[in-house]
């Protein structure tokens, strides 16, 4: 209960420059305006203004005379919360009167929130929400009444609903459109669903049936929308349910889950994106919202949405020959340039982007545009324009609902008709009012129209005639001028697509899209160097599709998308295999364009997040593949651009690589630690490899050791859980979240036999054991390896720490030097032998490869015990100036050895992505050759083949030296 002593005060002071032009009152109604003013002259403007322009609100002011005082003395919220305190809560009235107390209130609440609004005290939209925040009172009111009287019904039938029912036997309402988002406008219906959960009643055979929710839904529509001699609460509209032309008007939400998942429309995701429980069971209205989710929001960037929005926008702005802004007659709700261009434009932004940033999952037009701003989505200057152009048009739309209390959105059809909304606005003439309504529709237009750029099917159908049995000659025509060499196969596999003869035009739908794109397809070929292969790998991309619709909206919506894509396809076709199992991968080109740095492309802290959210591990398996899938193809993308700097690419591989591997390594413990009571065993992973030493490849594999030591707390461990019981689980629980295909695709591969005994030992190791294995057995090779070792990720930064310590304990130890050298010219030997180089240009392997450069650093490393060294020549800057390396290797032949890296990894990144492993130039398409001659600033390819060459020899002469050094350093 609201005490008038409790009521915020904030003063009722009207704004002279918002107060509504008065027109000449009749003497009785100056009369009336003297006397409810009491002497305050703003006040008696205000009410002047308000009787001559409105004859609703006038009677209201006969009804209601004390508001004004009301008013005055307790402020705009005070004299709210004092009428609100008037809704009928006595649960026993009759439904007459409870109706009657209802429409009563409700034509107060109206008076008072109208003078708060016309006086300039709160802005439109706080009136808006203020209104909206009254409507969920009152149907809240409704429904507690309906269903007392449901309650009492079954009483007297000596059917008693059981106490064990819960709050409203599982049934909710939905509210959408302006009340969905706190919107409501003053003559507003109210757009609403009823919903029951049969769940939370389908044990108890004396809980309410079917049509028992009917009947409640129908009570509280008729509570609220029947009108009476006190007029009415508010209309209902019951039409955003489930196909309402034939289900029952509440329904079940099993049958409503059933509807969106199978036929839904986007129409009907849009509508989702502003519904709100205002009423009934609140847990289950909030399961089913949660259950609603991937409906609404859609992982991928859904740009598929805007072909429908768009179709709606133009049945709403062009069905009905509607007049343009400002003529009279004008719709400043549907109109060209009105309230819905608005609403539309923001709910195609969330449509597209909010299934992947649940930031724009708003419910308010104006809080939504304010947010799609701060995310970058919308310039600030577009936000500020539009959220003033939609509340000017708010406003209008009050003033002409105002007049009569008519859900009217139209100016009156002849400047000489009623002009009363003028009035209410503060216009003093027609002209002027033309002139503002003109600039504010011209803006929303222009504003939101570039998001709906496309040009129409019709208009461009005729360009490229792809219809018939046959080729069009004058199709096949175009394409040979502008440099085809095979039109006629060409414009027949269009025209096959056309006829939906492959996966991706099955649908009407895709196959108009695809009409509309053809033009901009022909003209992104014609524009590669060679049209036919591009097509030939558009093609193979194109009829691998599992569907088209969203991939060919994304080329609709996305200008240069389709460029960028073949110049993809063409230089690298391992790529267009990804992209046609995978398509939504292509979405990381259009949110991605400012990630190229070296603090970007290594932050993955938002994928270990996600990893980490994840519901289950199945869940994190998806998630860690979907986005190490797009970050693959995003530095893919950039690798093939030819600027992309080795260093960089490799440590974006390789945070990648870290992220997946902590993330769901942390899963896969806290699962295994869930099942067996507590975490049986602490533990690391160690990288090695590509890996460990920070240079992954697009496709290298994982080279991982498990190593793991007791729980610090000496816990007793169950034979089921002893700490190698519990690693072994644990390290094969991680390969399969690494290794193992899922929906989503794979991952990598991974490689476990650079452990301790290879195949043949366990496959966690307990550290100690790891310590004594490399310290006894070891084989040099084994040494060589756990040089480019490092930890990934740890249970505890402790254990991390000890086994850190543990493998530089390990490589520090004083080692026959001789012997070493000796091992390793060995080894090199036989890996030349054995694992030839396919040619010059297979880099990693043969005489001087990118294994010849690892060597010199492993075996600087071991000859050198206590040197602290990279494990790659990324960081040849770590070196120092040690004598001891210096006596082994130059500071200028560091400096040499640095740039062959580099050179090699640019090249093997490049090609490795394009075509896999190569061995001579002739296998390199023509246009990847331009792009590593871009990247290395050579002049052909003769000459950068040269340079590899010349470049072995100085690694292998360099490896030379340090495998046939004496132990003294001579």
């Not at 398509?583 to 932050?603: G, M």
């Not at 997946?660 to 507590?678: D, F, N, P, R």
Request: charged share 25%; with cysteine.
């Amino acid at each position: 209960m609201v005490h008038l002593t409790d009521v915020t005060k904030s003063k009722f002071i009207p704004d002279a420059a918002r107060l509504p032009v008065s027109a000449v009152l009749e003497p009785a109604d100056k009369q009336r305006v003297t006397k409810l003013a009491a002497g305050d002259a703003l006040i008696e403007k205000l009410l002047a203004g308000v009787i001559s322009n409105s004859p609703y609100l006038s009677g209201l002011l006969l009804a209601f005379p004390d508001q004004i005082d009301v008013l005055k003395r307790h402020g705009p919220e005070g004299a709210l919360a004092l009428v609100m305190e008037n809704l009928p809560d006595e649960l026993g009235q009759k439904p007459g009167e409870f109706r009657q107390q209802l429409r009563l209130v409700k034509r107060q609440f109206h008076l008072c929130l109208a003078l708060i609004d016309l006086a300039g005290v709160w802005g439109t939209d706080r009136v808006a929400q203020e209104f909206s925040s009254f409507a969920d009172r009152m149907i809240a009111r409704c429904l507690a009444f309906a269903w007392q009287q449901y309650v009492a019904m079954r009483a007297g039938k000596s059917k008693p609903v059981p106490e064990s029912l819960p709050e409203y036997g599982g049934f909710f309402i939905v509210a959408f459109g302006k009340l969905g988002g706190c919107e409501l406008n003053y003559s507003s219906d109210v757009d609403l669903a009823f919903f029951f959960d049969p769940e939370h009643a389908e044990h108890d055979e004396k809980a309410p049936s079917a049509q028992d929710y009917v009947r409640l839904g129908r009570d509280v529509a008729s509570l609220l929308s029947d009108v009476s001699e006190h007029g009415y609460g508010f209309r209902v509209d019951l039409r955003l349910r489930p196909d309402p032309s034939s289900t029952p008007i509440s329904l079940s939400t099993h049958a409503a889950l059933g509807y969106y998942e199978s036929v839904g429309q986007t129409w009907e995701r849009a509508a989702w994106i502003k519904a709100r429980i205002i009423g009934g069971n609140q847990t289950a209205g909030m399961e089913f919202l949660e259950q609603m989710r991937p409906f609404i929001w859609r992982q991928n960037l859904d740009f598929a949405a805007i072909e429908d929005i768009h179709q709606i926008r133009k049945q709403i702005l062009f069905g009905a020959n509607q007049p343009r802004s400002p003529a009279p007659g004008f719709n400043v709700k549907l109109g060209v340039g009105g309230i819905r261009e608005v609403e539309l434009f923001v709910q195609t932004l969330q449509l597209i982007h909010g299934g992947r940033n649940s930031k724009l999952r708003l419910q308010h037009t104006l809080d939504t545009l304010s947010k799609l701003a701060s995310e970058g989505l919308i310039a600030p200057s577009t936000e500020t324009a539009l959220s003033n152009d939609y509340l000017f048009l708010r406003r209008v739309e009050h003033a002409l609902q105002m007049v009569d209390d008519r859900q009217t959105h139209e100016i009156p059809t002849s400047q000489s008709g009623p002009t009363e909304y003028l009035g209410l606005l503060g216009y003093t003439d027609f002209v002027a009012f033309q002139s503002d309504l003109q600039i504010c529709t011209s803006e929303v237009s222009e504003l939101t129209q570039s998001l709906f750029h496309g040009v129409p099917v019709q208009e461009i159908s005729g360009e490229l005639d792809l219809s018939g049995m046959e080729n069009h000659p004058d199709t096949v025509r175009k394409l040979e001028d502008i440099g085809f060499k095979n039109p006629a196969e060409v414009v027949e596999r269009l025209r096959n697509w056309m006829a939906g003869r492959v996966r991706a035009t099955r649908t009407e739908r895709a196959r108009r899209l695809l009409v509309q794109l053809a033009p901009e397809l022909v003209d992104a070929l014609a524009k590669n160097a060679d049209p036919d292969i591009a097509f030939v790998g558009f093609t193979k991309f194109f009829e691998a599709l599992p569907a088209g619709v969203q991939v060919l909206s994304l080329f609709a919506n996305c200008p240069g998308l389709m460029t960028r894509l073949l110049d993809i396809l063409v230089l690298a076709p391992r790529m267009a295999e990804i992209l046609s199992s995978r398509p939504h991968v292509l979405e990381i080109l259009i949110v991605s364009t400012d990630r190229w740095s070296s603090d970007k492309i290594t932050d993955q802290s938002e994928l270990r997040k996600k990893i980490k959210q994840a519901s289950d591990m199945e869940a994190a398996m998806d998630v860690a593949r979907r986005a190490s899938q797009e970050e693959f193809f995003f530095i893919g993308s950039k690798l093939l651009g030819g600027q992309a700097d080795p260093a960089l690419v490799a440590s974006g591989y390789t945070s990648l690589a870290d992220a997946a591997i902590a993330g769901l390594s942390t899963k896969v413990a806290l699962e295994l630690s869930a099942s067996s009571g507590s975490a049986d065993a602490q533990w690391a992973v160690l990288g090695l490899g590509k890996l460990g030493a920070r240079e992954m490849m697009p496709n290298s594999d994982l080279d991982l050791i498990l190593v793991y030591t007791e729980p610090r707390d000496g816990a007793d461990s169950t034979a089921q859980s002893r700490p190698e019981v519990w690693a072994s689980r644990f390290t094969r629980r991680l390969i399969s979240a690494l290794s193992a295909p899922t929906s989503q695709g794979s991952l990598y591969e991974v490689d476990m036999q650079l452990r301790p005994s290879g195949r043949a030992g366990p496959i966690a190791i307990e550290l100690s054991a790891l310590k004594s294995y490399y310290q006894q057995d070891a084989l040099t090779w084994e040494l060589q390896a756990l040089t480019r070792a490092r930890i990934v990720c740890a249970s505890s930064q402790t254990f991390a720490d000890d086994a850190s310590a543990s493998m530089q304990f390990i490589l520090n130890q004083p080692r026959d030097r001789a012997k070493i050298q000796a091992d390793i010219a060995a080894m090199r030997l036989r890996l030349n032998q054995e694992k030839p180089a396919l040619g010059e240009w297979d880099l990693k392997a043969g005489s001087g490869g990118l294994v010849e450069l690892e060597f010199i650093l492993q075996s600087i490393r071991l000859v050198a015990p206590g040197l602290t060294l990279p494990s790659s020549f990324f960081d040849h800057d770590l070196m120092g100036f040690d004598e001891r390396i210096h006596s082994l290797i130059s500071e200028k032949e560091q400096g040499e050895l640095s740039q062959t890296h580099n050179f090699f990894h640019r090249i093997l990144q490049i090609t490795g992505l394009a075509i896999g492993r190569i061995g001579s130039a002739q296998q390199i398409p023509a246009r990847l050759q331009d792009v590593l001659l871009d990247g290395t600033k050579m002049n052909c390819i003769d000459e950068m083949e040269a340079l590899i060459v010349a470049r072995r020899q100085h690694v292998s002469m360099v490896l030379d030296q340090i495998v046939l050094i004496h132990a003294d350093g001579k």
